[in-house]
């Protein structure tokens, strides 16, 4: 019985190797989606390096922290695990559903890269210091993640934009869409709870990512057709 089983698993998963192999070759194939792809991978990859040096000019500058209306009546939580687990969780479910439908990666890869450069620049803008912590050095995740993960980047907050971001890319699929909100949900409570972000660096988070949604449909028309022609609920 083991063995039919395991026979009948390697089954399907050759059976998926094989129409995920035909999913790329089709779109390889496509001489616009190849450029789209291409660009939409350099313009992502230019994204990270520029928010990367905007987080730690907003580090280095920051100054004094202000009082918070949700922060302020609220203690501090130690929530380390919670945000860098829950970070490498969302990270785990996003790459490989993007690697099994193919023709979705360069709209979502340009329209992150328009987040980061927004993020970039309006944490560039105004340099507050974050709020004060009960244990500064809460976090050790090594110099460099930290810069980029808990530097004094505030306004407004990347872990709760993002992944409502992604909600907005995949709207049409329920079950994707409810797991981004709940997951945008998830790293809003987290840090506020870990004082982290201010209130209104989470709040105006949904505002701004709706709105660069909007801006990246409009930017990026072909790669959203692209996006609607492989969605997951329509994979073979």
Not at 13 to 41: K, M, T
Not at 176 to 199: C, K
Request: net charge positive; with cysteine.
């Amino acid at each position: 019985m083991s063995i039919v089983g395991t026979a009948t698993k390697s089954s399907r998963f050759l059976h998926l190797c094989r129409v995920l192999a035909g999913r790329y070759r089709q779109c390889w194939s496509d001489r616009e989606f190849r450029v789209s792809l291409v660009l939409s991978a350099l313009t992502f990859t230019a994204s990270l390096i520029v928010v990367f040096y905007a987080i730690g000019y907003a580090t280095d500058r920051a100054s004094n922290p202000v009082t918070d209306i949700v922060l302020s009546n609220t203690p501090v939580f130690d929530v380390d695990g919670l945000f860098v687990y829950g970070t490498a969780f969302f990270l785990a479910f996003v790459v490989p559903l993007l690697l099994v439908n193919p023709r979705c990666i360069p709209f979502a890869l340009h329209s992150v890269a328009l987040f980061y450069f927004t993020r970039a620049g309006f944490i560039s803008l105004t340099h507050l210091g974050p709020f004060p912590l009960a244990n500064p050095n809460a976090f050790d995740l090594g110099a460099t993640v930290n810069r980029f993960f808990v530097g004094k980047d505030l306004f407004f907050s990347g872990h709760t934009g993002l992944p409502f971001l992604l909600a907005l890319i995949f709207w049409k699929e329920k079950r994707a869409r409810v797991i981004f909100l709940l997951w945008s949900a998830y790293f809003g409570i987290i840090v506020l709870l870990g004082h982290l972000h201010y209130s209104i660096d989470v709040a105006s988070a949904f505002f701004i990512t709706f709105g660069v949604y909007k801006i990246a449909e409009w930017l990026f028309p072909k790669d959203r057709a692209f996006f609607n022609s492989d969605t997951p609920s329509r994979s073979a």
